[in-house]
């Protein structure tokens, strides 16, 4: 789910970006007569960013990123309780 502020003539919008999902906890090495574990995880984006049709910025949002839950990352999708703090910017025309 996104909520952008209203348009801002000239200026940034400020946004907040939420994701949920129950993911699955990968497990190499589980039995047959084990069943999956899943866990909840979530993350919140925090920003500002230029109104859609603006052209000549290069710098189009910058974000806080909050996220708990399954590691995302790679192999590592088997370790539960991971959280990570980020901030990031994308650029564009």
Same mark, same amino acid.
């Given at each position: 789910? !996104?909520? #952008?502020?209203? %348009? *801002?003539? @000239? =200026? #940034?919008?400020?946004? *907040? ?7 699955? /906890?990968?497990?190499? &090495?589980?039995?047959? &007569?084990?069943? !999956? !574990? #899943? ?7 925090? @920003?500002?960013? /230029?109104?859609?049709?603006?052209? =000549? /910025?290069?710098?189009? !949002? ?5 996220? &708990? @839950? *399954?590691?995302?990352? %790679?192999? $590592? #999708? ?6 990570? /703090? =980020? $901030? %990031?910017?994308?650029? =564009?025309?």
């Amino acid at each position: 789910m !996104e909520w #952008r502020q209203s %348009g *801002v003539a @000239g =200026g #940034r919008v400020a946004f *907040v970006s939420i994701d949920t999902r129950r993911k699955l /906890v990968y497990a190499y &090495h589980r039995a047959p &007569h084990q069943s !999956e !574990e #899943r866990q909840w995880s979530w993350s919140i984006q925090i @920003g500002r960013a /230029v109104q859609a049709g603006t052209s =000549g /910025v290069p710098l189009r !949002e910058y974000f806080l990123q909050l996220y &708990h @839950g *399954v590691n995302p990352h %790679g192999q $590592l #999708r088997s370790q539960k309780d991971y959280t990570f /703090v =980020g $901030l %990031g910017w994308t650029f =564009g025309r």
